[in-house]
């Protein structure tokens, strides 16, 4: 056996270890929960009854909206494939999508941020008319030709059907939060079918350091829930990404992690940024809202046009397999950045995760050529990597890296997401998203 790796015997006790501590780790979260509930039979019964029923109900209704989104996505997707020249038509979707939100979204437009806003601040119901508004904006935006991507739109919409039994069932602000927390959650795990990492990215997205033990279980109750829903019931698949190639687990290969996290927290700055600096652009060129998205129409269809290349606008996920498997040019993650950044800052519609991915994956592809590390494991940590920058979640993106690739390589994604997370500044794609945390652990 080498000195610098260790032997597979040991590797799979070093994962064997890995996961009793987590099963044990989580079985002391749930004793903390009933702790906090003040360990009484009988409040604990009322507990665990309530939120049974809410969020099997809330992961139903999240799970059966992701399914519908997800098939309806893949018809645009094909029709615009079919069909090259509704990119043409994007200016005009942008303005419609723009008319429409100006006139009827009302704070529907915040998108994200306004679950965001309700979970902190406790603002008025988040209003049902997002979910048609997002589900609709992001299929024009997918199906004329924008860069977008699809987690946002889920999200939104298990929020705001989520947040519709809040009034119907005349919940207090403690409970509207949990419920808002298993709306992002089935959303989350139902479009991704990562249902560990919906449930914790739900937690660790919106609470914060306010970390509430008694979410934990409503949580993830509705992300298998939803999950569920959406692969078994409605028969609606997901990508399928193969295991990275391995090297041994030695000094040197995690070394290696450290400049490769650098890089892609320096790019998940970048991304967060762009989306951010197109917006305010925008807004501070043109006021009248509606005529921002026909202008970003203009811009990304008229680069679409010149460049003769279609890899970079939809949620781009053909390239994303690729980045596993062969070299790619090396700038495909920054154009990748540039239109979906101007595709989302200009007023259309869709998610910022799945171009996240498509933007890892492609850096850890270019990274290969300077890197000493398989070229498929670069883009694994890539493709987690990024995202874990630039939406502050190192530990829903390291649980997600390991349900789509494989456990084997949780240390190497792991230690990338958290690197790429302190690299990645301040910034967070989401405006609204409470940093106190992250400052103070830079501290």
Not at 35 to 63: D, P
Not at 208 to 213: I, L
Request: a neutral charge.
């Amino acid at each position: 056996m080498s000195n610098c790796s260790f032997s597979g015997h040991v590797t799979e006790q070093l994962f064997g270890s890995i996961y009793l501590a987590i099963s044990l780790i989580f079985c002391f979260l749930l004793l903390l929960c009933a702790k906090s509930l003040i360990v009484n039979g009988r409040e604990i019964t009322q507990y665990i009854g309530f939120w049974l029923a809410m969020a099997a109900l809330v992961g139903i209704v999240s799970g059966s909206a992701s399914a519908i989104f997800l098939v309806s996505l893949d018809f645009a997707t094909s029709a615009r494939e079919a069909n090259p020249w509704l990119i043409t038509l994007l200016p005009l979707a942008g303005l419609g999508i723009g008319y429409i939100y100006y006139q009827y979204g009302a704070n529907s437009a915040k998108g994200n941020n306004l679950l965001l806003d309700a979970l902190y601040a406790d603002r008025n119901p988040i209003p049902l008319r997002m979910t048609p508004l997002v589900f609709f904006g992001t299929i024009f935006t997918h199906l004329f030709g924008g860069s977008a991507g699809r987690e946002g739109t889920a999200v939104q919409m298990g929020g705001s059907l989520a947040d519709q039994l809040s009034k119907w069932f005349a919940l207090d602000k403690r409970h509207r939060r949990i419920l808002l927390i298993c709306g992002v959650s089935g959303g989350f795990a139902s479009v991704f079918g990562t249902p560990l990492a919906g449930a914790i990215f739900s937690l660790e997205w919106m609470l914060v350091r306010k970390f509430r033990w008694e979410s934990l279980f409503p949580a993830f109750l509705t992300a298998f829930v939803a999950d569920w829903m959406c692969q078994e019931i409605w028969g609606v698949g997901h990508t399928f990404y193969t295991s990275p190639e391995m090297p041994g687990y030695s000094a040197a290969s995690l070394a290696w992690v450290i400049p490769a996290g650098i890089a892609f927290g320096l790019a998940a700055r970048l991304f967060a940024e762009t989306g951010h600096l197109v917006s305010d652009l925008f807004k501070k060129v043109i006021s009248y809202p509606p005529f921002r998205p026909l202008v970003g129409g203009v811009l990304v269809a008229s680069l679409v046009y010149f460049s003769g290349s279609t890899t970079y606008i939809g949620l781009g996920i053909p390239r994303i397999v690729e980045a596993f498997e062969t070299p790619l040019p090396w700038y495909d993650w920054l154009a990748k950045t540039g239109l979906t950044g101007l595709t989302l800052g200009s007023g259309f519609k869709g998610g910022e995760v799945t171009p996240l991915f498509f933007t890892g994956a492609t850096l850890g592809n270019a990274l290969a050529a300077w890197i000493p590390l398989p070229l498929s494991l670069l883009a694994a940590m890539g493709f987690v990597g990024v995202f874990s920058g630039a939406t502050n979640t190192p530990m829903a993106c390291t649980v997600m890296g390991m349900e789509l690739f494989g456990y084997e390589s949780g240390i190497f994604l792991g230690l990338a997401c958290l690197i790429a997370y302190f690299f990645s500044g301040k910034g967070s794609i989401y405006a609204s998203q409470n940093l106190e945390a992250k400052y103070l652990w830079r501290l």
